[in-house]
């Protein structure tokens, strides 16, 4: 398949290293949204100046997973810039696979009721839920992927929810999305076991990646943009380019978009030159270009 390797102008800096990533500052938040009783079950509303209504993205960071890696902190770097470019962001915390609660399924079931809570949380604060995208990173990629696609959840499925916000375009960065064909890299890239992503098969849910792999759910009319760092090497260019060409196969629009000289934490830095070929791709999901 083919795919974009877009070009950096100027001078070549080092990539970013993961002790780079963990130093990653930004903005306090406009507002702290729980949406339930545990400590990690809340969301961050960062909003630009302005009266609105102001599109949205929704972010959902990475970590393997696990709280041992960071996570919501890092991603309001990304949130600071995008503010100043008249964007809203609603950074997603969720229950962990290490957390009390997280994992299967209670992990999926926060990622969709802080979505969700978008809807009713939009009036009060000049959102717009008709111009909404959702980006991931890494493990966020996944969970970005999987609540684009969540409508196409079995109602019997413990985080199907009704009438889920629509969220017609998700951008994965460096994402591992593809839980069936990707367990060995998640395995070494990440130390996960696939049960504490997905759970145990039994006599009622006999296939584990049914309703929590993004993969599975194709199609789910939703245009994906997998962008990943040509030296990434916990998500390889190779695992978004695999998973473009399944989503095309089901007649899902998909597109691979490769930065050169990153690595997997320069595609969430906003001081990164790699970040200015990423604000592109998320203003034209937003409808903004």
């Known amino acids: ?8 102008a100027g001078a070549v800096t080092a990539p970013m290293t993961l002790q780079d990533y963990l130093a990653l500052k930004g903005p306090q938040p406009d507002a702290h949204i729980a949406y339930g009783a545990a400590p990690s079950q809340f969301v961050e509303l960062f909003k630009p100046a302005g009266n609105g209504p102001f599109p949205v993205l929704v972010l959902i960071h990475g970590g393997c997973w696990t709280v041992h890696f960071g996570g919501i902190e890092q991603m309001r770097n990304m ?16 229950r962990r696979v290490d957390e009390e609660g997280g994992g299967y399924p209670g992990m999926y079931e926060d990622v969709a009721t802080a979505v969700d809570r978008l809807k009713t949380e939009a009036a009060a604060h000049s959102l717009d839920v008709a111009r909404v995208a959702v980006m991931g990173h890494s493990a966020g990629g996944h969970l970005a992927q999987w609540a684009a696609s969540r409508h196409r959840l079995p109602p019997a499925s413990p985080a199907w929810r009704a009438n889920p916000l ?26 996960r076991d ?17 309703d929590t792999s993004p993969a599975e759910m194709l ?9 990943t760092g040509e ?12 998973y473009a060409r399944r989503a095309q196969a089901k007649g899902d629009q998909a597109e691979v978009v490769v930065l050169p000289n990153a690595s997997h934490y320069d595609e969430v830095a906003a001081t990164s030159p790699a970040w200015k070929l990423i604000t592109p791709h998320i203003r034209k999901a937003l409808g903004m270009q």
């Open 219 to 227: 199609p789910a009319g939703v245009h994906t943009t997998l962008i």
């Open 79 to 94: 949130a600071g810039d995008l503010v100043k470019q008249g964007i809203a962001v609603w950074n997603v915390e969720y």
């Open 231 to 242: 030296l990434d090497d916990i998500s390889p260019v190779r695992v978004a380019q695999d």
């Open 166 to 191: 629509p969220i017609p375009h998700v951008i994965s960065l460096g994402g591992l999305a593809d839980l069936r064909h990707e367990e060995k890299l998640i395995k070494s890239s990440c130390e």
């Open 194 to 210: 696939m049960w504490q992503l997905a759970g145990a098969a039994s006599a009622a849910r006999p296939d584990i990646f049914a």
């Open 1 to 8: 398949m083919q795919f974009k390797k877009v070009l950096m």
